[in-house]
């Protein structure tokens, strides 16, 4: 007896109608897929322009064998439009692309060419400005890695040719490209900003998805780069490492091609070992020379609408001449010449060039280069840049004694610089600081606390608000400077040479309000004497108009009457002895002294509470 099962029919019918259909579905798609390709040419174009954002043409599709297995098709005029804002023509184009099917995988809808073979390539990329660049929508045009899978395993192209048109960077050039199993070639002219250019990419035949080694040459009279590395497939420059070498006469030329807001400075030379992928470049170590500066480091850089970058620098040498490139210095000397007597230095400290840029930035200068005699020896801080505002903190200058350490804070807003100092003085010599530094020794300390609007550092502090203050104790001066800032003559004109006086205290603080700094005290209390300045010191112009009067400590024989005048340029003054040092106002000083009438003797400062106020 059978199975009951096997006794019904009607299950066995229909199991083997199902059978019958999916074998005529089977055939149909066989014979579509080997006679009908024409007929899919319009769906192929939807599905392309879909995926592309573009609209995407095919002008014909034929079938150029007859196999079951695989399908050798030639497919005639490919078009990829321009997005709207070009104003029309094509993005990318080919002539003929001769493409191998095999014809089971595209049941699956699954398309995997065997070999590609494109005649009269075509592409065009072109940039506006930061907004409008036509690779930036197109999927994978931002440093994608592609497509899945095993990749063709024959790739050819003929008669190819890339155009690019960067008229944000002023960057143009156009390239032959050709392929075959054994080698891939792009190479072409252009100019950058007007400079001559060729390029030149090397590399193996771009058959199947393995690691694909290149070499490319960049090459101009202003900005040249060498990358010897290895992309994670063929073609994909978006997922690549490298060894890079690159050099031009200013890191902003070079900064046309990287795009990371680098700054204009004397001609640099970089060694890099680089990782790029997608948005993100990563320089796990690096060695740049600017000038007679050097530094080393590791850098993360990470485009798109705003560029981050991160990471460590330091220098073993910085010469800050060198961060300004030959017309920068040029425009810097003239403005010298013209002010000889200004010496708050003109740098810019605007940011806007880097509103799109943030940053975080650990930084080490072991040793500061000046073309004349400076006290600052090197710099360490923190640099972090948000939203176009900079902040160094914590930051720390030594100097030859001492250091000068706090906060700089530069904000950015449209136009408008603002520039903040938090800074104090400390542990620092009145001698490793002085131009004279036999005049005058001792501890010296300061506090600055300015806010400023201006786009260099001459303007934001000439137009500044806040305190300053410099403080000196516990040293000595020559005995005859202070008797004389005592106003006393008569011991003064006695004093020898090489005596000296102990300095108790010299407190220099002055409340500023838009670049005026005005004495709140200036006092200088010595052993013998004691000083006070009142006046104002002109931020804006560097200028000084001071008046000092002072009173010796003990009876004096013959005292001067009338302030001494400290005046004119802020760094460079003149000092005006007073009014009583001519013939007639001596002999009013000694009617004075022998009148019998004595004048006020001056006592000791509270040196340690003036100084505490002027530093908190």
């Not at 059978?19 to 089977?26: F, M, N, P």
């Not at 590791?298 to 485009?303: E, G, M, V």
């Not at 880097?354 to 930084?363: A, K, N, V």
């Not at 090197?378 to 200058?397: E, I, Y």
Request: with cysteine; net charge positive; hydrophobic share 45%.
């Amino acid at each position: 007896m059978r199975p009951a099962f096997l006794s019904r029919r009607g299950p066995r019918i229909a199991l083997a109608g199902v059978a019958v259909l999916l074998v005529l579905l089977l055939v149909a798609a066989l014979l579509l897929l080997s006679f009908g390709w024409t007929w899919l040419r319009h769906p192929i174009e939807q599905r392309l322009s879909a995926r592309l954002g573009r609209q995407v043409t095919i002008a014909s599709i034929r079938r150029l064998d007859h196999g079951l297995l695989d399908a050798t098709l030639a497919i005639d005029g490919i078009r990829v439009a321009q997005p709207g804002w070009v104003g029309g023509g094509d993005f990318a184009s080919v002539r003929r692309a001769t493409v191998i099917l095999p014809i089971l995988p595209v049941l699956r809808g699954a398309i995997r060419a065997q070999s590609v073979e494109l005649e009269g390539l075509r592409v065009h990329l072109i940039r506006r400005d930061s907004d409008h660049a036509n690779w930036k929508d197109i999927p994978g045009g931002k440093g994608g890695k592609g497509g899945k899978g095993p990749g063709p395993a024959h790739v050819v192209i003929r008669d190819g040719q890339l155009r690019f048109d960067d008229y944000k960077r002023d960057h143009f050039f156009t390239a032959g490209i050709s392929a075959d199993d054994r080698a891939f070639r792009l190479a072409g002219t252009g100019t950058l900003i007007g400079k001559p250019t060729t390029l030149a990419l090397t590399a193996p035949g771009l058959a199947g998805r393995k690691p694909w080694p290149f070499r490319l040459d960049y090459r101009s009279p202003i900005a040249n780069a060498t990358l010897v590395g290895q992309a994670d497939t063929p073609l994909s420059l978006g997922h690549f490492s490298a060894q890079t070498t690159a050099w031009g006469d200013d890191l902003k030329h070079l900064d046309l091609i990287v795009e990371a807001g680098l700054p204009g400075t004397a001609p640099a030379r970089i060694v890099a070992d680089v990782r790029h992928d997608a948005r993100i470049w990563t320089l796990r170590s690096f060695a740049l020379t600017l000038g007679r500066s050097q530094a080393t480091g590791a850098l993360a850089i990470t485009l798109g609408d705003r560029t981050k970058l991160t990471g460590k620098v330091v220098a073993s040498a910085l010469d800050f001449d060198d961060l300004a490139n030959a017309e920068g210095r040029a425009k810097a000397a003239a403005k010298r010449a013209a002010a000889p007597d200004r010496r708050i230095p003109e740098t810019r400290i605007a940011l806007d060039h880097l509103l799109r840029t943030d940053g975080d930035l650990d930084i080490e200068v072991h040793r500061l280069l000046f073309r004349a005699p400076s006290a600052a020896r090197s710099v360490r801080g923190h640099m972090a840049l948000d939203h176009g505002v900079l902040t160094l903190s914590p930051f720390v200058t030594t100097l030859e004694s001492g250091t000068l350490s706090g906060l700089i804070r530069i904000t950015q807003v449209e136009r408008a610089t603002r520039l903040h100092l938090d800074l104090r003085l400390a542990g620092s010599r009145i001698e490793s600081l002085a131009t004279d530094p036999t005049a005058f020794s001792g501890a010296l300390a300061g506090r600055f606390l300015l806010d400023g609007t201006g786009a260099t550092i001459r303007r934001a502090i000439g137009t500044a608000s806040g305190r300053v203050a410099i403080v000196g104790h516990d040293g000595t001066l020559g005995r005859k400077t202070a008797l004389l800032l005592g106003q006393d003559i008569g011991r003064g004109l006695r004093a020898q040479a090489g005596e000296v006086a102990r300095l108790r205290c010299g407190i220099g603080s002055f409340i500023v309000q838009g670049g005026q700094a005005r004495p709140a005290p200036v006092i200088i209390d010595t052993s013998v004497a004691r000083a006070e300045a009142t006046g104002l010191l002109d931020l804006t112009d560097e200028r000084m108009d001071l008046a000092v009067t002072g009173a010796p400590k003990q009876p004096s024989a013959l005292r001067l009457s009338g302030p001494i005048r400290v005046t004119g340029a802020l760094f460079t003054p003149t000092v005006s002895a007073p009014a009583a040092t001519s013939t007639k106002g001596i002999f009013r000083s000694i009617r004075q002294a022998l009148s019998g009438k004595p004048l006020p003797l001056a006592a000791d400062a509270d040196c340690a509470g003036l100084a505490a106020r002027a530093l908190r």
